[in-house]
C-alpha cells in the first residue's frame, strides 16, 4: 500500500502524497528571525485514526447514509446538498467500521422501486453523507457520482457500493 492519493491535473491522474506539515520560526534575541517548513510522514495509526473517524466520528456523525439524485451535472469538491436533486436517502447496511483494514470505507444500501416509492424516477446521481435525513443546509457530503442513468420498475431492485480509499492500512489495526 502507497500512502498517495490523486489528484486530476490536466486531464492526467497525479499521485499525491499524504503528508503532514510543520512550520519552525526562530525568533533570536535581535529579532531576527529563521523559517522553515518541514513536510513530515503521517505515520500507520495517524492514517488509520484518519479513516477511523470517517466511520465512527467522535463528536460528530460518521458517513453512514447513502443519497440518490436526479442531478446529471459534473460532480465537484463543492458539492452540497443542492447539487445532488436529492430523491431519497438509505443508511448503509454495511458500515466502513466493520472493515479491518481501514484503508477503505465502504457503504452499501439497496433501493426498490415500489419499496422505496421511487418507481420510474430517473436516478443519475449518488452520494454518501454524515446525515440520515434529508435537510438543505445539515449534513457533510463526503462523495458524489454521476452515470446511474437507471430508472426501476415497481419490482426492480438497485444495489450500490461507495469505496473511499483513505490510504489507512493495517499495522496492529490502530484506531
Given at each position: 500500500?502507497?500512502?498517495?492519493?490523486?489528484?486530476?491535473?490536466?486531464?492526467?491522474?497525479?499521485?499525491?502524497?499524504?503528508?503532514?506539515?510543520?512550520?519552525?520560526?526562530?525568533?533570536?534575541?535581535?529579532?531576527?528571525?529563521?523559517?522553515?517548513?518541514?513536510?513530515?510522514?503521517?505515520?500507520?495509526?495517524?492514517?488509520?485514526?484518519?479513516?477511523?473517524?470517517?466511520?465512527?466520528?467522535?463528536?460528530?456523525?460518521?458517513?453512514?447514509?447513502i443519497l440518490v439524485?436526479?442531478?446529471?451535472?459534473?460532480?465537484?469538491?463543492?458539492?452540497?446538498?443542492?447539487?445532488f436533486g436529492e430523491?431519497?436517502?438509505?443508511?448503509?447496511?454495511?458500515?466502513?467500521?466493520?472493515?479491518?483494514?481501514?484503508?477503505?470505507?465502504?457503504l452499501t444500501c439497496?433501493?426498490?422501486?415500489?419499496?422505496?416509492?421511487?418507481?420510474?424516477?430517473?436516478?443519475?446521481?449518488?452520494?454518501?453523507?454524515?446525515?440520515?435525513?434529508?435537510?438543505?443546509?445539515?449534513?457533510?457530503?463526503?462523495?458524489?457520482?454521476?452515470?446511474?442513468?437507471?430508472?426501476?420498475?415497481?419490482?426492480?431492485?438497485?444495489?450500490?457500493?461507495?469505496?473511499?480509499?483513505?490510504?489507512?492500512?493495517?499495522?496492529?489495526?490502530?484506531?
Open positions: 500500500m502507497k500512502p498517495n492519493i490523486c489528484e486530476v491535473l490536466g486531464g492526467t491522474l497525479m499521485p499525491l502524497s499524504v503528508y503532514g506539515e510543520w512550520d519552525i520560526v526562530v525568533t533570536r534575541a535581535d529579532g531576527s528571525e529563521e523559517r522553515k517548513t518541514l513536510r513530515n510522514v503521517v505515520t500507520a495509526a495517524g492514517m488509520n485514526r484518519l479513516a477511523n473517524r470517517a466511520v465512527q466520528a467522535t463528536g460528530t456523525t460518521p458517513f453512514f447514509t439524485g436526479t442531478i446529471t451535472t459534473a460532480p465537484a469538491d463543492t458539492d452540497a446538498q443542492p447539487q430523491m431519497i436517502r438509505k443508511a448503509s447496511i454495511v458500515s466502513g467500521a466493520s472493515a479491518q483494514s481501514r484503508e477503505w470505507v465502504f439497496t433501493l426498490g422501486g415500489a419499496a422505496d416509492g421511487i418507481t420510474s424516477k430517473t436516478m443519475n446521481c449518488a452520494g454518501i453523507t454524515d446525515f440520515p435525513t434529508s435537510h438543505a443546509s445539515t449534513g457533510v457530503y463526503g462523495n458524489r457520482v454521476n452515470g446511474l442513468g437507471t430508472t426501476l420498475a415497481d419490482s426492480d431492485f438497485l444495489a450500490l457500493t461507495c469505496r473511499v480509499r483513505v490510504g489507512s492500512h493495517n499495522q496492529a489495526h490502530s484506531t
